[in-house]
T-cell receptor, first 113, second 114 residues
């Protein structure tokens, strides 16, 4: 059974600090990795995705992927109170295959001002 | 781009009635649609996958006769919860596939069955 594991949190960080969110996955054949942010009562919104080992940066967000360790992380620099939400990690096959993603249970992030 | 419209956003219905949830892709064509449900403080649970013009593929444990999915066009997919019961109360979210850009989500429908 394919699994995606995340620490449920809550992870509390002060405003302006770096928040580090982690995710591990069981299916070694996974090829696409996504981070979503979900505010309470709302549907998830895509933050970024990554396909290749290494880092991918987009503004204050950096996704890091290590396929050998089956580990993907999300760093949020200069954390803001508005970043307080649940962050969902999702893992899947090649996007061109169009198959379903497997979601982690999410990590609650709280940024304190 | 990739605007998804999901309606209604909230619905309250009586036990035994049916509720239809619509998901429209406004500026793209969605050949594949995923339907999820989410309980409070839990992650997304995939219910079914539908491809335009084909029957939906349901995940194990999801009753296909209770959760009717129709994907008759590339811009509209519907989920009908039939003979709803209180345990069907949940947050239902559609998610069209965007190809290499991954997946986006509708705004969700909060269903409360009383």
């Amino acid at each position: 059974q394919k699994e995606v594991e995340q620490n449920s949190g809550p992870l509390s960080v002060p405003e302006g600090a770096i928040a580090s969110l982690n995710c591990t996955y069981s299916d070694r054949g996974s090829q696409s990795f996504f981070w979503y942010r979900q505010y309470s009562g709302k549907s998830p919104e895509l933050i970024m995705f990554i396909y290749s080992n290494g880092d991918k940066e987009d503004g204050r967000f950096t996704a890091q992927l290590n396929k050998a360790s089956q580990y993907v992380s999300l760093l949020i620099r200069d954390s803001q109170p508005s970043d307080s939400a649940t962050y969902l990690c999702a893992v899947g096959p090649y996007m061109e295959y169009g198959n379903k993603l497997v979601f982690g249970a999410g990590t609650i992030l709280r940024v304190k001002s | 781009g990739a605007v998804v419209s999901q309606h209604p956003s909230r619905v309250i219905c009586k036990s035994g009635t049916s509720v239809k949830i619509e998901c429209r892709s406004l500026d793209f064509q969605a050949t594949t649609m995923f339907w999820y449900r989410q309980f409070p403080k839990k992650s997304l649970m995939l219910m079914a996958t539908s491809n335009e013009g084909s029957k939906a593929t349901y995940e194990q444990g999801v009753e296909k006769d209770k959760f009717l999915i129709n994907h008759a066009s590339l811009t509209l997919s519907t989920l009908t919860v039939t003979s709803a019961h209180p345990e069907d109360s949940s947050f239902y979210i559609c998610s069209p596939r965007l190809g290499a850009q991954g997946y986006t989500f509708g705004s969700g429908t909060r269903l409360t069955v009383v």
